[in-house]
């Protein structure tokens, strides 16, 4: 039988400390390695959210290490273990799996991050950071010079995101300049009208969208804040198993929201 290569967690996860530059963000919770189990990797499994299904197929395909977009701890949950999160734990503990998440640095990465990918996915030109969350730009505003027909873009979106996304059809037939924001920031969509796009994409909406859309005639599409964060997370297990040669399984667990 020959043996999957292996690596060290600890130098996967310096990597990846480093290349997203956690210690330069403040976040809703703990970036890098989270759980520790297993010394040495040979499969590693990415996945959107942390949760007990996750971690289940982790160890039935019997990974030593689970990367995750949102992780386990944040700062809005109880500080106390409730049942859900002790059957979460007895789950990795029982096959010493390690978790690591990565947030916001995920998200505002300019080549691996959520927002980057899907700018470069939708055929746009990476032009500038802006969405502001906790002292650092998340999102990216992306350019077309010759523009997209508004069309094309939302059928663009429904193939990227998997899904038909939710849309006020507001703005101009064709546009030139996207605001990108993966996840829940329809709190951005007014420093993107500030900031003159022509439409913006995140993945929820919210009740004053509307309005906003209609009078400032600005389009707002909301592929879903699953569909929109699976990039970052299936490309950082990509680059880990490029990298150390381990290799690396994308769990996906679709949730419509």
């Given at each position: 039988m ?36 297993a010394?040495e ?6 996945g ?8 289940e197929?982790a ?13 386990l ?10 049942l ?31 927002n980057?990918?899907?700018c ?22 992306g350019?077309?010079?010759d523009?997209?027909?508004?069309a094309?873009?939302r ?22 300049s ?14 993107a009208?500030?900031?003159?796009v022509?439409?913006?994409i ?26 929109t ?25 679709p949730?419509p929201?």
């Open positions: 020959v043996r999957s290569p292996v690596a060290s967690r600890d130098e996967i996860i310096a990597y990846l400390d480093e290349l997203l530059e956690i210690d330069s963000f403040t976040d809703y919770g703990p970036n890098g390695l989270q759980v520790p189990g010394e990797v040979a499969l590693v499994v990415t959107v959210s942390a949760q007990r299904e996750l971690f197929r160890a039935s395909d019997g990974a030593e290490l689970v990367l995750c977009h949102h992780g701890f944040w700062d809005f949950h109880p500080r106390t273990l409730g859900a999160m002790k059957e979460r734990l007895r789950t990795l503990f029982d096959a010493d799996i390690s978790v690591a998440g990565y947030h916001l640095p995920l998200d505002a990465h300019p080549e691996v991050g959520n980057a990918l899907i470069a996915a939708l055929g746009l030109e990476l032009a500038e950071p802006f969405a502001e969350h906790k002292g650092r730009s998340i999102g990216f505003i350019r077309s010079a523009g997209i027909p508004f094309t873009l059928e663009r979106c429904a193939s990227l995101f998997g899904q038909e996304p939710f849309v006020w059809d507001a703005g101009p037939a064709t546009v030139h996207v605001g990108i924001v993966s996840g829940g920031a329809p709190g951005n969509f007014g420093e009208i500030a900031r003159g022509q439409a913006f995140t993945g929820e909406t919210a009740e004053h969208v509307m309005a906003e859309a209609r009078e400032n005639r600005v389009h707002f599409v909301a592929g879903g804040h699953y569909a964060e699976t990039f970052g997370i299936r490309r950082l297990g990509e680059l880990v198993s490029e990298r150390f040669g381990v290799e690396h399984r994308f769990v996906d667990i949730n929201i």
